[in-house]
């Protein structure tokens, strides 16, 4: 089957995504302002036909903003107004008037889903259906985190009382954050760490991923209109200009990052004093997949289809190498081949499109470097058409078996590339996550109590979750997502993430001198010693 690429005439009007006319705008300082200065073609990943048969190109959905290194700095001093060292409006709200100005962001974000699921299925390919999900799943995220707000709120209206010592601990605000999302999920998690950051009173700078930015664009008014000035800001542009010069100064409390570890650590080491810097990062990963020789071979391949192909595999959480038991290596390998051969190849808007065209520029070739190193080693792609490219298009491989020697045995393949190794013994698995660099995640796939008891046991302390019979995921995102190693720095669910974004502060006085804590206490003149249930 041929790689499809419509002409405008073809796409469906409601999902047609004309060049964006609000991509030159940003957020800084409570004003949305329109750059002038130099802005890139942010090519779409659906590449259009000028007519039947005429050749076709990445079609152009906006020009984003190249911030030079003053814009970016123009975008810091901002945020850093609206901390004003602790004494901006933002830090010394209530608590309550935080989460109703969340509350309306939210209800405002939730009118523009039209808009931004458009743009995403545009901008990086992912299908009508996760654009969605992605949309409303980040929504929900904001009203799960308005919630624990209030719980942690109510649970901080009490006195201690110890060694003499009368307390009342809250969590107060850390300050500036900076906060860098990816392109695979441009909203969902750079909402998980932008609103929780935002609610516990940090004022914060956006820095806007390189593929996935526009999606972010429509909600520039809720942003303005919800919040006080400065506490939102927003950049786009080369990184190493924008976000770098932003990290020099210093000036940033808070590195909120999703992305590789190569950029996590020029950012972080990019800060003056990185010892003052508090970090939360999600990183590489390379989640592995063990099917044991009992393993129900029909369940691991429909979770490790899933786990390896959704979204085309372009999930830090997605399983990106498969070891499995030689007794059974062949029938799963056929399994999956059968299974992806069966993936339906779409445009992102066509009912069941499973495998979508690829934002990064040269990613189909990089995939199809890793494919040939992996032959060139052995291995053979199963499945009919697999590794077929053209332009954004990557027709999934299944690359079986793939030898250590390999590349695609320790590389990060973020793509639809599924590669599937044999193993004999099961000390091979152990060595195989104890030298992986990585550390967030493994699905075992069998039954035998006593086997994949120990298997837990190990693996536990080397990643942080394991998944029995199911595919690596985030969700459900009550859940700690977080990472050993070069995974990930610190914790995040909604309940982590507003601890990440926040310090356990104290008032303390001596038993026998509370006469000032309960004047304050009777007169309300404090937001932070106060008794008074704000929910
Ligand atoms: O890229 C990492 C995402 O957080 C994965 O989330 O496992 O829920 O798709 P997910």
């Not at 001093?77 to 830090?91: F, H, M, N, Q």
């Not at 006469?515 to 106060?530: E, M």
Request: glycine share 8%; proline share 6%; aromatic share 8%.
């Amino acid at each position: 089957m041929p790689f499809p690429y419509p002409t405008r005439a073809q796409v469906p009007a409601v999902h047609f995504q004309p060049e964006y006319a609000g991509s030159r705008r940003y957020l800084v300082d409570g004003e949305i302002r329109e750059w002038g200065g130099k802005a890139e073609a942010v090519e779409g990943v659906v590449m259009l036909r000028e007519a039947e048969g005429a050749a076709q190109a990445r079609h152009v959905v906006g020009r984003l903003p190249q911030m030079d290194e003053g814009a970016a700095l123009a975008a810091l001093d901002a945020a850093v107004r609206a901390w004003d060292r602790g004494r901006g409006v933002w830090p010394t709200m209530s608590v309550k008037e935080r989460v109703e100005a969340t509350r309306r962001f939210s209800k405002a974000m939730a009118e523009k889903r039209a808009e931004c699921v458009r743009l995403l299925m545009w901008e990086i390919g992912k299908n009508l259906k996760d654009s969605e999900k992605e949309f409303d799943r980040t929504v929900e995220y904001i009203d799960a985190t308005v919630q624990e707000v209030k719980e942690l709120d109510r649970a901080g209206n009490r006195f201690s009382i110890d060694g003499g010592v009368v307390g009342m601990i809250r969590r107060a605000p850390l300050g500036v954050t900076l906060c860098l999302g990816p392109f695979n999920y441009p909203l969902n998690e750079t909402f998980t760490t932008l609103i929780p950051a935002i609610v516990m009173g940090n004022p914060v700078v956006m820095k806007l991923p390189r593929y996935g930015a526009l999606c972010v664009l429509p909600l520039l008014e809720a942003f303005r209109d919800c919040f006080p000035r400065g506490v939102v800001n927003t950049v786009s542009g080369d990184g190493a200009t924008t976000a770098g010069a932003i990290q020099r100064t210093g000036k940033v409390d808070v590195l909120a990052f999703i992305g590789s570890c190569r950029a996590a650590d020029i950012l972080k080491h990019g800060h003056p004093a990185p010892h003052r810097l508090r970090s939360v990062m999600g990183l590489s990963a390379k989640n592995p997949a063990f099917v044991l020789p009992d393993a129900d071979l029909d369940l691991a391949a429909a979770e490790g289809i899933t786990g390896a192909f959704s979204f085309n595999g372009q999930r830090c959480t997605a399983l990106k190498h498969f070891l499995v038991h030689r007794s059974v290596a062949e029938a799963f390998a056929g399994r999956m081949a059968d299974a992806a051969s069966k993936l339906k190849v779409g445009l992102p808007w066509e009912d069941g499109a499973k495998i979508t065209p690829l934002p990064e520029h040269g990613k189909a070739e990089k995939l199809a470097g890793y494919v040939d190193d992996a032959v060139r080693h052995g291995a053979k792609v199963l499945n009919a058409g697999g590794g077929e490219r053209e332009g954004t298009w990557y027709r999934p491989a299944v690359v079986f078996p793939v030898a250590k020697a390999a590349q695609l045995w320790s590389v990060e393949q973020f793509g639809p590339v599924c590669p599937i190794s044999v193993f004999d013994r099961e000390e091979e698995l152990f060595d195989y996550v104890v030298d992986s660099p990585y550390g967030q995640q493994a699905s075992i796939f069998g039954r035998d109590p006593k086997k994949v008891g120990a298997l837990v046991d190990v693996l536990v302390n080397q990643l942080c979750r394991i998944n029995l019979n199911a595919q690596c995921q985030r969700g459900p995102d009550s859940f700690p997502f977080t990472g050993r190693k070069d995974s990930a720095e610190g914790t995040l669910s909604v309940t982590d993430a507003l601890r990440v974004f926040s310090i356990r502060s104290m008032v303390a006085t001596k038993e026998g001198s509370e006469q000032v804590v309960s004047d304050i206490l009777t007169h309300r003149a404090s937001k932070f010693l106060t008794t008074d249930f704000l929910f």
